[in-house]
């Protein structure tokens, strides 16, 4: 009698094992098809971080050679003592790139112009990059007169700075000093949002000590242009060093995110796995007892 009790049970628990085997092998395909997409992610994280480190010494040494030439106009400037009224007219030119995975360079750069044109709702935007554009657009949509892409996909050119203050001219965008928010490149882990002065002809001939250099009106003219291209290829190729570091302090902590994931992920496969044998294992012994 007792034997016949236990024939009559054992039908009715094999169904319960075999679906709870059966939800562990999707588990188990689950966690190995996650584990292979994360294993492709951080082939590519690692092939990113390669190539930004070799971008990052040709856009250092580019920058120090725009420093060189920016540095010396804002000198020029300072011997002047050329300044501008708290009621002056100011042009907000914000300067960063399309392309994104590099931290906070875009944001950086979008705050530090929101901050600056709290108190100035009536002035003009220029905005350089299609990150930065899609960030302010938000708030200083009517403030934006021009916008610029496909800048730098290298390193900033001269040409590219040239083009852009044509552009401006061309557009009779009146200021009495502009302002170039650009990301300052402190070290390869370090950056800092900064601006450039820019002062139009006016405020330079009424800059006090400006009379000892003895220029004519149509050379003044191509100075304020030149310092005007000077100061925003100084901004963009800063800039440019500043983001290739970010680009590959990201990539850098991406790929160690992904390992990491890696391993976890390739442990609970593991267990997953050894339970599976164990419970296979328990069944054949089980059924083998029942004959």
């Given at each position: 009698?007792?034997?016949?009790?236990?024939?009559?049970?054992?039908?009715?628990?094999?169904?319960?094992?075999?679906a709870?085997?059966?939800?562990?092998?999707?588990?188990?395909?689950?966690?190995?098809?996650?584990l292979?997409s994360?294993?492709n992610?951080?082939?590519?994280t690692k092939?990113?971080?390669m190539?930004a480190?070799t971008k990052?010494?040709?856009?250092?040494?580019?920058?120090?050679?725009?420093?060189?030439?920016g540095?010396?106009?804002?000198a020029?400037?300072?011997?002047?003592?050329?300044?501008v009224?708290?009621?002056?007219?100011?042009?907000?030119?914000t300067a960063?790139?399309?392309?994104?995975?590099c931290?906070?360079?875009?944001?950086s750069?979008?705050?530090?112009?929101?901050?600056?044109?709290?108190?100035?709702?009536?002035?003009?935007?220029?905005?350089?990059?299609?990150?930065?554009?899609?960030?302010?657009q938000r708030?200083?949509?009517?403030?934006?007169r021009?916008?610029?892409?496909?800048?730098?996909?290298d390193?900033?050119?001269?040409a590219?700075?040239?083009?852009?203050?044509?552009?401006i001219?061309?557009?009779?965008?009146?200021?009495?000093?502009a302002?170039?928010v650009?990301?300052?490149?402190n070290s390869?882990?370090?950056?800092e949002?900064?601006?450039?002065?820019?002062?139009?002809?006016?405020?330079?001939?009424?800059?006090?000590?400006f009379?000892?250099?003895?220029?004519?009106?149509?050379?003044?003219?191509?100075?304020q242009e030149f310092?005007?291209?000077n100061?925003?290829?100084?901004?963009?190729?800063?800039g440019?060093?500043?983001?290739?570091?970010?680009k590959?302090?990201?990539?850098?902590?991406a790929?160690?995110?992904?390992?990491?994931?890696?391993q976890?992920?390739?442990?609970?496969y593991?267990?997953?796995?050894?339970?599976?044998?164990?419970?296979?294992?328990?069944?054949?012994?089980?059924?083998?007892?029942a004959l």
């Open positions: 009698m007792f034997a016949a009790t236990r024939v009559a049970v054992r039908p009715a628990v094999a169904p319960l094992s075999n709870t085997q059966a939800r562990n092998m999707a588990t188990l395909k689950e966690i190995q098809q996650r292979k994360v294993q992610i951080e082939k590519i092939s990113m971080k190539i480190s990052v010494a040709k856009a250092q040494k580019a920058m120090e050679n725009a420093r060189a030439f540095s010396s106009s804002s020029l400037f300072e011997n002047a003592e050329t300044k009224g708290e009621d002056a007219k100011t042009l907000f030119v960063s790139s399309d392309r994104g995975l931290g906070g360079i875009h944001s750069v979008s705050k530090a112009t929101r901050r600056a044109m709290e108190h100035r709702s009536a002035s003009e935007l220029v905005i350089l990059g299609d990150k930065p554009k899609a960030q302010l708030i200083f949509a009517k403030n934006i021009l916008s610029f892409n496909q800048i730098g996909k390193i900033p050119t001269f590219e700075a040239s083009a852009i203050v044509d552009a001219k061309r557009a009779n965008i009146e200021y009495d000093n302002q170039v650009y990301n300052r490149f390869v882990i370090s950056y949002a900064v601006s450039i002065p820019v002062y139009s002809e006016e405020a330079i001939k009424a800059s006090p000590k009379a000892s250099y003895e220029m004519e009106d149509d050379v003044l003219e191509d100075l310092n005007f291209a100061s925003i290829f100084w901004a963009l190729v800063e440019h060093a500043a983001e290739m570091s970010a590959r302090t990201a990539m850098e902590n790929t160690k995110n992904a390992g990491e994931m890696i976890k992920l390739t442990l609970t593991n267990r997953g796995r050894q339970a599976q044998i164990t419970n296979d294992l328990i069944d054949i012994i089980t059924g083998a007892s």
